[in-house]
């Protein structure tokens, strides 16, 4: 059964400061991996999707890696502001059908 | 840029009562889905949609809940007597492709609020 965890649930940082966001996942065999932004009651954005066969995907200051042997992503952030205060959302799909398997999240709060 | 709609924003409905939250996914997508996040935990999945049937169902998506597909641009889910555990975020969203063919993101709506009363 896939289980996803993200670590920290919540982090809280300066301005300017670049950042890192963990994601573990306990079955490797996945198809992607997607990470979303999630603003406070609303939906999911989609950032990145990052393929199984990929290490890295970017997107301007987003940066994901996947490690799949370890069962690991990281969401980098660089040179964070305060609009990108939100809560990250990690997830798997659990099967070729698209069932997303999702990670508690992590409330990012940058601070002026 | 497209994006999947969903309505209402929020609805407010008596215990018992039926509820129906409507979806509008990208117009060429071909795969759709719900969940729901329920207030402080995690987001999770209720059922899949493809090729006009279900092709997966969670555990929570028991006889109370169906969805349907009614046109070619509608995708409702309905809850026929409403619990007060039922009161959650529900998120729809579709893709253009299933996760096997083509590796392509889910695509999510800004979600209904149901709170049941």
């Known amino acids: 059964k896939q289980e996803v965890t993200q670590i920290p649930a919540a982090l809280s940082v300066p301005e300017g400061e670049n950042l890192v966001l963990n994601c573990s996942f306990t079955d490797s065999a996945i198809y992607n991996l997607q990470w979303f932004r999630q603003d406070p009651g609303k939906g999911l954005t989609s950032l990145l999707l990052i393929q199984s066969s990929q290490r890295e995907q970017t997107s301007g200051r987003l940066n994901a890696s996947l490690d799949k042997s370890s069962g690991r992503s990281t969401l980098y952030i660089a040179a964070s502001q305060p609009g990108d205060s939100a809560t990250y959302l990690c997830?798997?799909?659990?099967?070729?059908?698209?069932?997303?398997?999702f990670g508690q999240g992590t409330e990012l709060s940058v601070k002026p | 840029e497209p994006e999947v709609t969903q309505t209402p924003s929020h609805q407010v409905t008596q215990m018992g009562q039926e509820v129906i939250l409507r979806c509008v996914p990208i117009?060429?997508?071909?795969?759709f889905y719900w969940y729901r996040q329920i207030l402080g935990q995690k987001v999770e999945f209720l059922v899949s949609f493809y090729n006009n049937e279900i092709s997966e169902k969670s555990e929570i998506f028991d006889d109370q809940f169906s969805v349907e597909r009614p046109d070619g641009s509608n995708f409702t889910l309905k809850i026929r007597s409403t619990k007060l555990e039922d009161s959650a975020m529900y998120f729809c969203?579709?893709?253009?492709f299933g996760q096997g063919g083509g590796n392509q993101p889910q695509h999510f709506g800004d979600g209904t609020r149901l709170s049941i009363l």
């Open positions: 997830a798997v799909p659990y099967n070729q059908g698209g069932k997303l398997i």
């Open positions: 117009s060429n997508h071909l795969y």
């Open positions: 969203a579709s893709s253009l």
